[in-house]
């Protein structure tokens, strides 16, 4: 059968994965698939119009009634708002080139936006700017066949990709680097309205710029990405303790370190006080103590999948009950916060189920259904790794001794879980990871929180940080400030968040 068929499995965390059956030159029909997985930028809080302080600014008070009669846009977590002047949905190439024409005729901001997943404020546009919905743009070219790359496939924005891979996110495959390290090619409009497309042969630098840009050259048409044929994963889920994991950083250091390095990919979730309710009357320290983790580690076997459809539809059925059943329990801890002592040791228990199985790599990829039902906050913090991986368990006994001191005192901002993953550097210019050693290993160390319970203000808050970014990444940015300018001269594209760190007033 050599009929092409498109499947597309979009995940709540902006998770996509495209499968296609085609023709390849030398076997029989193969089908070919690119997994995405959670985009998980920095967080920001919402922007607000500014209050008018004074009677006689007449011109403010006329711009804060403006705002009032737009239609505020507001983001999937709710953490993110904006007042766009106009709101834009474009489904075509052309469409796209008359907007971006007529934005700069009429010197407006422009910024971009699909589903609205992202907790950042990359989607945030001036009150003067445009919003563009690229959601409509969903063409997917057939995938191609070259020596020199393998299969690619070119997808337009739309498809649930262009955030994911214009900030660099990652999953947790730590030699696939981050998702936008996948790109081949990258057609993006400019400020002029003209498609340029960047190719690593072309241009390594300028294609460093646009395969992680941010939505800073312009409006993205399309990213071609390699692809290879579909493959089954072994999928490992174990429950150790807490303490026998991270303990002595040396010692669990390099044990951590042959773990990650044995596996194609590997993630350890933690759910706060998932023992309390086997430690009652016991002191703090002993609960900590008796704390599980949740590791899942992924392999590639030469096996077939040992699951039925069945047991694979039940799986999805469960955890979308279960998911559906959480809502109101996710609500309780956002009134009454001291229960996130006894629900999220509910929550690991109802995932707790240790197993190893072989599945087809979307399904052991994306191993949970229906998360958008929590609505989340991420805060990710990303460092490389030592030669020990020492770093590493210092770092998750710093994350959870706070979780406890902050307990110790009434209070639980960290409400829902905390992950770590591990993942190899990029040579993209703006990328979290970049590094100029290819083989160097990044730790990501995620926390998430209920966006209801969220109230510390985020890091383009922070007293002092711009300077602190610009003085250990200055010349990282400025090469990648000399590119944007030649594409976006007038800083069509720029928002707040971005102007500062790029050196802008």
């Known amino acids: 059968m050599k009929e092409k068929i498109i499947k597309l499995v979009f995940g709540p965390q902006k998770a996509a994965q495209i499968q296609h059956a085609i023709q390849p030159p030398d076997t029989s029909v193969n089908e070919l698939k690119v997994s995405l997985a959670p985009e998980y930028p920095i967080r920001h809080i919402p922007i607000t119009a500014a209050t008018t302080t004074t009677a006689a600014d007449q011109t403010k008070t006329k711009s804060k009634e403006s705002l009032k009669a737009r239609r505020a846009w507001t983001n999937w977590a709710k953490n993110q708002t904006c007042h766009p002047l106009k709101t834009l949905q474009p489904r075509t190439l052309e469409d796209v080139v008359e907007i971006v024409k007529n934005a700069k005729a009429d010197i407006n901001k422009i910024r971009c936006v699909t589903e609205g997943y992202t907790w950042s404020s990359t989607s945030v546009v001036d009150d003067d700017g445009l919003l563009v919905f690229v959601n409509k743009m969903t063409k997917i070219y057939t995938p191609v066949y070259d020596e020199s790359q393998g299969w690619t496939v070119e997808l337009e924005t739309g498809v649930c990709f262009g955030g994911v891979l214009a900030l660099g996110s990652h999953g947790a495959a730590t030699q696939s680097r981050t998702l936008s390290d996948l790109a081949c090619e990258v057609k993006i409009v400019d400020a002029t309205g003209t498609l340029n497309t960047f190719t690593r042969d072309k241009d390594p630098v300028e294609f460093s710029v646009a395969a992680c840009n941010l939505g800073l050259l312009g409006v993205i048409y399309s990213y071609t990405l390699r692809v290879e044929p579909m493959f089954n994963l072994s999928v490992s889920d174990s429950y150790p303790l807490l303490m026998d994991v991270f303990d002595c950083p040396k010692q669990a250091g390099a044990r951590l370190k042959e773990m990650v390095l044995q596996n194609d990919q590997t993630q350890i979730l933690y759910w706060p006080f998932n023992s309390h309710y086997k430690c009652k009357g016991e002191t703090v320290t002993v609960r900590y103590a008796k704390d599980e983790l949740w590791i899942k580690q992924w392999k590639q076997p030469d096996q077939p999948e040992s699951v ?11 955890q979308y009950i279960a998911s559906a059943l959480g809502s109101s329990t996710f609500r309780l801890m956002v009134v009454k916060p001291k229960t996130v002592r006894v629900l999220s040791g509910l929550f690991h228990r109802e995932l707790k189920r240790p197993a190893e199985k ?18 989340v906050i991420g805060l990710e913090c990303v460092f490389k790794v030592d030669e020990g991986f020492e770093k590493a368990v210092k770092a998750w006994r710093f994350a959870v001794d706070k979780i406890y001191e902050y307990a110790a005192k009434g209070e639980y901002p960290v409400n829902m879980t905390v992950d770590m993953r591990f993942i190899k550097s990029s040579d993209q210019i703006m990328s979290y990871v970049y590094d100029e050693d290819p083989e160097a290993i990044f730790c ?14 985020l890091w383009e808050h922070i ?38 760190v790029l050196g802008h007033k």
């Open 308 to 318: 039925t459809f069945a047991w694979k539809l039940h799986r999805r059925v469960r």
């Open 358 to 375: 072989i599945l087809a790599a979307p399904d052991a990829i994306h191993y949970m259904a229906n998360l958008e039902a929590a609505v």
């Open 444 to 457: 990501t160390m995620e926390i998430l929180a209920l966006s209801q319970c969220i109230g510390a203000k």
């Open 463 to 500: 007293p002092g940080i711009v300077p602190h970014l610009r003085e250990h990444a200055g010349p990282q940015m400025d090469r990648f400030e000399s590119i944007r300018k030649k594409y976006d001269p007038q800083g069509i594209f720029l928002n707040k968040t971005f102007a500062g």
